[in-house]
């Protein structure tokens, strides 16, 4: 299943769009651009450009998106490689901090971020913040950029009496999710100059209220869509990457059950070691010459249960986690290509509806048509670009993933090895001590 | 074959059988521990070298499937360069011929602590497919526990002199009926065979009591050892095992990505490598464990060395109690006084003196039966001192020999821990690779 280089703009619906009127050919203002919506252009949208206004629903920001630089050639730049030289925006989730109200108990995480950006008062930040207003962020995210994949944070809820919410290690592994959520985020060409994420990162206070308004707006829309509106084609590569969505997240499942799976054997492997450990101890009570052997082998067995306890923890702390947030992530990813399709659903029935009155009436394309229009080429032009940074970013995170496990078995046995040769040594020197104090 | 160190008495040969491959020898234990120094051994080299099938009729005409064990004797002599080794002279023998030999050594060397033969059945296995008899891994184990056994009686000072042993190796037919003819079975004590018969002894001999308490702790600690070292072969088992399903997984993973793809592929089959390398591990650590078997079976030797030297220890006490006894008669009838119950005392109390001649004989009786005594116990004493000597001789023989054989048990265990470290290294080290050219 090929996932290929983003190409032009796909084409939606069955009527080729070149047919239909310009759809800012009704505006006042001539464009700086044509864009050519049938053909090899790369949406000028992608390249990370800025956006200016912070309500992307309304007409007013796809029209701004279509006035920004054309001349960008879809096979020359990858607009999504980023290089440390060109990053400018970094941010890190550190020190975690327990809070105790009379109301409740919470964590709070230290959010640093260091830029260059303009879009910056200051070049350096440090703010506080809790799950809940990663949460928001998210949400405030997912609303205002539906057509892009927004990263998954790490589960909210976790069953109380179950999982110790404070507890190191679950504190630990919580933070490190939400740090990577944040670099994401900052990573990526559009979300980052995202105005939410800006008060996110500087906001003393953050004021959740904002933005209700647009909430509102949203869910219209969102309502408006969920009317039934039927698919008549995907497109091939949309397909392809649902059924790679599906198959993936199947193969992860697949994988973090083995991974269950191992956790415990060696869980019980480590509990029969230990008394056998024990075992050999006990002997060493029963005899004189055999001490020193019994003792060593007693002591390896020692070592190698805590070299296996430790692999352990690594598996529960680091790999699992992220095995998880790619669940989470594949979770996202299904519903923006679900979120497409309505959108492309939603064009396609009311191109219809605007054809058939056409033929009666010979009246011009309505807005909204084109609105529409617009829509589902920003969104399948952003969502490819997501899905080619996506695909990218998991090859980097499961190589790191599974190399990591590697070196963490490797590790464990070299521990064992070193234990057992160091007794060899030991018991061999006493061996040929023995010899020479018997032939003298 | 033979390795044997040149130089002094000191140093210590090592037998190993021919069978094995060398990577096997490099890792492996060493069998038995041999003292230069037995004129059988001297002599001749002695290997199980096969098993066989055999069906046959037993004792009650039915059909039976048996297992049968060659014997192989070579002359001892160094085979010049280029030249062929001689030709061995071999013979058959089933495993209940093994146990009537060592039958017969019990008995007849009671102050010896007898090798054991390997476990007639198989315990302490933690793979299910092992337990069955005519399994092909518990016949080849046996067969290496057979020939131990018979080096080890071969390398016994005392025992490799007997006349039995030396026909069990040479004579295939007719053996049984020269041991039967030794008429051995007649010297055994039947009050030996029950383990609980608690023989009260007023002198116990305070290092046999020693030794036997040690012994049994030994029992109970290489019993544990072996249960639990099974409980954890099985879990390490489960664990290799799953690592397995790592490589299904990242092979169908494999087939949907384009980069990762062949990188998965191949980390997959290293996952399935891993799986694999377990079985092997865990059938070299049966050696060891059969190194501990022995020596388990081995307390149960000593442990029989020290209900004998009891059995003797009360033969003689009650030899010697009867004597004291039959002096304390003749003394009171000599003098006529009673200090002691006796039924003859109290009825001739009851019914009047008896006569001066009835005393008289009766003296004499008891004058013969005390010297009968005394040469009895003369006799006893030297039985028990002797024993007490040959057995003690044994056992330090045998303290010594234990000592060398499960430091070594212990040194090969742990190299067969490093061998087992080494491989998971390469194979995860294999398996990073492919995942860095994922």
Known sequence: ?????????????????????????????????????????EAGLTNGTPVETSSPASTSSLFNR????????????????????????FVTVSDPKKHVSTMETYITYRVSTKTTRVEFDLPEYCVWRRYQDFDWLRTKLEDSQPTHLIPPL???????????????????????????????????????????????????????????????????????????????????????????????????GTIDRIAQRILKEQSEYLTELREYGTVYSSWVGLEDELRRPLEGVAGCVTTCCGALEDLGENM??????????????????????????????????????????????????????????????????????????????????????????????????????AAWESLITL????????????TN | ??????????????????????????????????????????????????????????????????????????????????????????????????????????????YIIIPPLPEKRAEFVWHKLAADNLDPDFVERRRVGLENFLLRVASHPVLSNDKIFFLFLTEEKGWREAVLETGFQDKVDSRLKSLSAMFRVKNPDKRFTALKHYSDELN????????????????????????????????????????????????GHHMDTYAASIDDILEEEEHYADQLKEYLFYTDAVRSVCRKHELIQYELEIVAQDLVHKKQQKEELATGTVRIFSLKGMTSKLFGQESQEQRESRLA????????????????????????????????????QKDKDLREALISYAIMQISMCKKGIQVWSNAKECFNKM
């Open chain 1, 1 to 41: 299943m090929s996932v290929g280089t983003p190409r032009g703009l796909a084409s939606s619906g069955q009527k080729p769009i070149a047919e239909i009127l310009h759809p800012l050919s009704a505006a006042e203002e001539p464009l700086s651009v044509t864009v050519n919506l049938g053909g090899d252009k």
């Open chain 1, 66 to 89: 279509l006035q920004l630089d054309d001349d960008l050639e879809a096979d020359v730049r990858d607009p999504y490689a980023e290089t440390t030289e060109t990053r400018d925006l």
């Open chain 1, 154 to 252: 790490p589960e909210k809820f976790v069953m109380k009496g179950v999982v110790d919410r404070f507890s190191e290690e679950f504190v630990e592994t919580r933070m490190k999710a939400l740090d990577k959520f944040l670099k994401r985020i900052a990573d990526h060409p559009v979300l980052s100059f995202n105005p939410h994420l800006n008060a996110f990162l500087t906001a003393k206070d953050l004021n959740k209220r904002q933005g209700l308004a647009l909430l509102t707006k949203v869910g219209e829309s969102v309502k408006y869509v969920a009317g039934g509106y039927k698919l008549r084609a995907r497109p091939a590569e949309f397909c392809a990457m649902g059924e790679y969505l599906d198959t993936f997240n199947q193969k992860l």
């Open chain 1, 316 to 417: 529960s702390q680091d790999f699992l986690p992220v095995l998880r947030e790619y669940v989470l992530y594949v979770e996202s990813m299904k519903n923006v290509l679900r979120k497409r399709d309505q959108s492309q659903a939603e064009y396609e029935a009311r191109l219809e509806a605007a054809i058939l009155r056409k033929q009666e009436d010979r009246s011009p394309m309505p807005v909204e048509v084109e609105k529409c229009q617009d829509k589902v080429e920003c969104f399948n032009a952003d969502l490819k670009a997501d899905w080619e940074r996506w695909q990218s970013n998991k090859r980097q995170d499961f190589k790191q993933l599974l190399t990591g496990m590697a070196d963490k078995n490797i590790n464990h046995y070299e521990k064992c090895q």
């Open chain 1, 427 to 438: 018991l061999q020197d006493k061996q040929t001590e023995d010899k020479t104090s018997e």
């Open chain 2, 1 to 110: 074959m033979m390795m044997a160190d040149s130089g002094s008495n000191e140093e210590v040969a090592v037998i190993v059988n021919t069978d094995i491959t060398s990577t096997e020898s490099e890792n492996n234990l060493i069998n038995t521990m041999v003292e230069r120094g037995t004129a059988l051994l001297r002599k001749m080299e002695i290997n199980v070298a096969e098993a066989e099938k055999r069906t046959g009729k037993n004792t009650v005409n039915m059909q039976e499937t048996y297992t049968v064990y060659l014997i192989e004797i070579r002359p001892a002599e160094t085979v010049p360069e280029g030249g062929t080794p001689a030709t061995p002279d071999t013979l058959w023998r089933r495993y209940s011929e093994f146990e009537l030999l060592r039958t017969y050594l019990l008995v007849t060397y009671p």
């Open chain 2, 220 to 267: 109970t600690v290489i019993s544990q050892l072996l249960r639990v070292r099974v409980k954890v072969a099985d879990r390490l088992y489960g664990v290799y095992k799953v690592h397995g399903n790592y490589g299904r997984v990242f092979s169908e993973w494999s087939a949907i990505e384009k980069e990762m793809g062949d990188g998965l592929q191949s980390a």
């Open chain 2, 365 to 400: 009786a008891l004058e013969q039966s005390i010297q009968e005594g005394e040469e009895t116990l003369k006799e006893k004493n030297t039985e028990c001192h002797e024993f007490v000597q040959t057995a003690w001789e044994d056992i330090e023989r045998f303290k010594e």
